[in-house]
């Protein structure tokens, strides 16, 4: 796929984008950019349409879900006024559109038939991008015996991302009930039989923001400190500890309270501040998935060039544009190159993506 850049387009621009006077759809900071896309659509007699959009589109649409498009559970009114600029008189995409969100604790049809609702236009599972759908690329991971944090479906989840030997907080607790004891009223009243045969664990997957901060803040530091083996007594810090992965770093989040509410990434920072005080040593990632990392762009880019295939879009898309706040904004992101490690075929550009700013940033 030859996508040539990325550009960002912010809340404050794609409000502009909506129904009405020609002038509206061009963003001030982005004007010369917006502006020969709507000349190069009129020139085509298809002035009607936003700018750019042909009969076979070159670039395609990420757009953020939750503040941008959505608050909650509600649409934000203008999201569906802006939809109807892409799409046509049956209410089929004129050009390929991912949707991303940095929500974990569902499946991706939920969240498609929540985002078709609210929306008012049909959002199939593969537009949708959960902050944990990059995982499957990371088949390296697959067979290995993971402990996963989170809430909601978890375990199927990391199932349907293709990891085969998955271990949940309450099992593991369950194993080991003399490990949480930060609840009076859980604690074993006798002392329990010593586990045998519990696996090794080879690797922590953090789906997102659990419900039990202090047990899965525990559980998950004794599985660091002892090498996957929390039974195990402590003799010598493991360093580098095992695997990583975390899925949304959102400190905070936006929903119907006036106040932003905490997020995963808040869960994370406590994490890594613990491991830090007790180990005298920083909290190592493998990998940090959901926007604004560059492992969920390059994901995006892949779905997009499905969408374009299955619609038979002959013409190449060669540019993205990613709508929404400051989680999307170009200058946090570095130039986007291959994945070097992971077992997967994304695109064949064979030069890193450049990145350009459209519109002006605002903040939630």
């Known amino acids: 796929m030859a996508l040539c850049c990325l550009v960002t387009v912010s809340k404050a621009a794609w409000r502009k984008w909506l129904p009405g006077a020609q002038r509206s759809i061009v963003p001030a900071r982005a004007e010369g950019l917006w502006a020969s896309l709507w000349r190069s659509s009129s020139s085509r007699g298809f002035a009607g349409r936003p700018p750019g959009i042909t009969q076979t589109p070159t670039f395609g649409f990420l757009f953020d879900i939750d503040g941008v498009l959505v608050r909650g559970r509600h649409a934000i009114p203008a999201a569906r006024e802006a939809f109807q600029k892409l799409t046509d008189s049956n209410g089929q995409l004129r050009v390929p559109v991912v949707f991303v969100t940095n929500a974990g604790n569902c499946f991706r049809h939920a969240k498609a038939q929540e985002l078709s609702s609210a929306l008012g236009l049909e959002v199939s599972p593969e537009q949708i991008i959960l902050s944990h759908s990059p ?85 998950i530091i004794d599985v660091l400190l002892s090498n996957g083996n929390p039974g195990a007594e402590l003799s010598a810090v493991p360093y580098p500890h095992i695997p990583v992965l975390a899925c949304n770093m959102d400190l905070l989040w936006m929903a119907e309270a006036k106040m932003p509410r905490f997020g995963h990434g808040t869960f994370l920072l406590c994490l890594e501040n613990i491991y830090r005080k007790v180990t005298g040593r920083e909290l190592k990632y493998e990998a940090l998935i959901g926007k604004p990392s560059i492992v969920t762009y390059h994901y995006a880019e892949y779905l997009i060039k499905q969408q374009a295939e299955k619609q038979g879009w002959e013409s190449p898309i060669r540019r993205l544009y990613a709508v929404g706040e400051k989680a999307l904004r170009a200058k946090q992101l570095p130039p986007l190159p291959q994945f070097q490690n992971l077992d997967v075929e994304l695109s064949s550009t064979k030069e890193s993506t450049n990145l350009e700013t459209g519109g002006e940033q605002t903040q939630v």
């Not at 067979?143 to 944090?149: A, N």
């Not at 949940?168 to 009243?189: C, F, G, H, N």
Request: charged share 25%.
């Open 135 to 219: 995982l499957r690329l990371f088949r390296q991971f697959h067979e290995k015996c993971v402990l996963v944090s989170g809430q909601g479906p978890i375990e199927e989840n990391a199932r349907n991302l293709g990891f085969q030997n998955v271990i949940t907080i309450e099992a593991l607790r369950k194993a080991y009930p003399l490990l949480d004891m930060v609840d009076q009223s859980r604690r074993p009243k006798e002392l329990p039989p010593p586990t045998t045969d519990f696996p090794t664990i080879e690797g922590v997957i953090l789906f997102g923001e659990p419900v039990r901060w202090e047990t899965n803040l525990q559980l």
